[in-house]
């Protein structure tokens, strides 16, 4: 088979770059591993203002607008509550997203093969595994939207994601409760080593999860999941569905990586390194950088010349993660309850209230292009 350009992976990330170069007149092969995109779902779905801003995400796909956040110690007594005049955050349906991103991508002309899952490269094509067996694909370019271990950046001998978390939760249907919408994060090194545990409430479905460093759990990431879901707060009230869906994997928190392109192919969300390193949020970022990967893809593919992937540079965008970067490594320190909570000392303080609004509730993004 002959395409312009072949991108391995349908998350967001890979669904959005597809689409955008269908738009633009070129042929596009996509594969995914998975036999179902609403199968193996690896992300909270965590939409911020400014994505809502910016993006026409399906209104169906998304939950009720947040507004209110509780930030809580290890002891989880005396939480702060900050809450925003506008609406902060959305958490999408992400299966359903996956199902209308992909009809947008096959209206586009997009070539969607699943259950499909890319072997590697070999010569001048690339060896993709589907479910007639082994195929050579010749593209011109390639994409590497398969996630934090991806196995294109190895191929193309680009940067890989070295500073990495793992996260799971569990996700299921709520009925009633005690308050409105709202974000629960809690801050406690035994649960959640060097990140947070979070509950996600927004009236319709919750979210209960936790991430940190794997070397970090003492039980295991599973167990830490289990004893949060026990005493887990903001579900007071909530009737909640037998049916629990859960979620894992690798969230990268190194910034975007350097090295994110070549004559042969380029890298997008998770495997470019594209998540913030603070919140650890990545639909924001994977949805920008899309954009600007599809743009110098069409560019190459349009004047020939493969130069102009240089354009393409994650070194020049790294440089907007500086502070976030230093922020990642001070929480990373946070190793015990009782310095988490003397970090709530400072929160606190109306200078300590200001700086977790300007976090949580701020206007920036993924730094431009």
């Known amino acids: 088979m002959d395409v312009d350009v072949l991108v391995v992976g349908a998350g967001l990330a890979g669904l959005y770059t597809a689409t955008l170069l269908a738009q633009r007149g070129h042929d596009v092969l996509l594969v995914e591993r998975r036999p179902k995109l609403t199968g193996a779902i690896r992300t909270t779905g965590i939409f911020v203002r400014r994505t809502l ?12 607008p947040i507004r209110r956040v509780v930030l809580y110690p290890p002891s989880q007594r005396h ?5 925003s005049a506008r609406d902060e955050y959305r958490v999408a349906d992400m299966a359903r997203l996956y199902v209308a991103a992909s009809s947008a991508a096959a209206d586009a002309g997009v070539r969607i093969s699943l259950g499909t ?10 060896l993709v595994v589907g479910p007639d067996g082994p195929a050579c694909v010749r593209a011109r370019f390639v994409v590497g939207a398969d996630g934090a271990r991806s196995r294109v950046a190895r191929d193309l001998a680009l940067d890989r994601n070295r500073h990495l978390l793992v996260g799971a939760e569990k996700v299921f249907a709520i009925s009633g409760g005690e308050e409105p919408p709202t974000f629960h994060c809690v801050l406690d090194p035994s649960l959640a080593p060097g990140y947070l545990a979070w509950v996600i409430n927004d009236g319709n479905r919750a979210h209960v999860g936790v991430a940190g460093y794997a070397d970090r759990f003492p039980d295991g990431l599973r167990r830490a999941l289990d004893r949060f879901g026990a005493s ?62 599809a ?4 560019e190459a593919l349009r004047a020939g010349r493969p ?23 001070g929480l990373a320190q946070v190793r015990t309850p009782t310095l988490a909570a003397t970090a709530f000392t400072l929160l606190r303080t109306r200078f300590g209230r200001a700086a977790a609004g300007r976090i949580l509730f701020g206007d920036k993004s993924f730094p431009a292009p």
């Open 307 to 329: 130069d102009a992937l240089s354009h393409y540079d994650g070194a020049v965008l790294r440089a907007g993660f500086r502070g976030r970067l230093m922020l990642r490594h």
């Open 232 to 293: 887990a707060p903001g579900l007071a009230g909530a009737g909640r569905s037998d049916e629990v869906e859960r979620r894992g994997g690798p969230i990268p928190v190194g910034g975007v990586l350097r090295r994110i392109s070549c004559v042969d192919g380029l890298l997008v969300g998770d495997a470019a390194g594209a998540v913030s390193p603070l919140t650890a949020g990545g639909l924001d970022p994977c949805l920008r950088l899309s954009e600007h990967a």
């Open 117 to 126: 899952r890319y072997a590697g490269r070999e010569a001048d094509s690339f």
């Open 79 to 83: 939480p702060v509550t900050l809450v």
């Open 295 to 298: 743009a110098v893809l069409d």
């Open 53 to 64: 801003d910016d993006f026409a995400l399906p209104p169906d796909c998304l939950g009720p």
